[in-house]
């Protein structure tokens, strides 16, 4: 099994940063899912729906939704089975819970997400 753990997530205030970071089963089924598919940081603010908000391929191309572009930066450490998300000049909007997943995601691999509150 795949299981996807999300941590770094907080209070910070506007304009701040922060890191997240997202570590995936070192096993054979988490260090399989990181060799050959896409990854992305998705987030879910209070009466909204989950959106996929930065991607990365194998390749390490990033795509990111025009909300965050130029703000965030997604990485991905394959032999760590990591994938980070740098949030930069972060705003009250940025608020949610974020996840990590595949891309597109699979259900089965939601995490419990964590936390980023933007406010003053």
């Known amino acids: 099994q795949v299981q996807l753990v999300e941590s770094g997530g907080g209070l910070v205030h506007p304009g701040g940063s922060q890191r997240l970071s997202c570590a995936a089963s070192?096993?054979?089924?988490?260090?399989?899912?990181?060799?050959?598919?896409?990854l992305g940081w998705y987030r879910q603010a209070p009466g909204n729906q989950r959106e996929l908000v930065a991607a990365?391929?194998?390749?390490?191309?990033?795509n990111y939704t025009d909300h965050v572009k130029g703000r965030f930066t997604i990485s991905r450490d394959n032999a760590k089975t990591m994938v980070y998300l740098q949030m930069n000049n972060l705003k009250p909007d940025d608020t949610a819970v974020y996840y990590c997943?595949?891309?597109?995601?699979?259900?089965?691999?939601w995490g419990q997400g964590t936390q980023v509150t933007v406010s003053s």
């Open positions: 070192r096993n054979i089924f988490g260090i399989t899912v990181f060799s050959i598919k896409d």
């Open positions: 990365i391929s194998l390749d390490g191309s990033t």
């Open positions: 997943n595949t891309g597109p995601a699979t259900d089965r691999y």
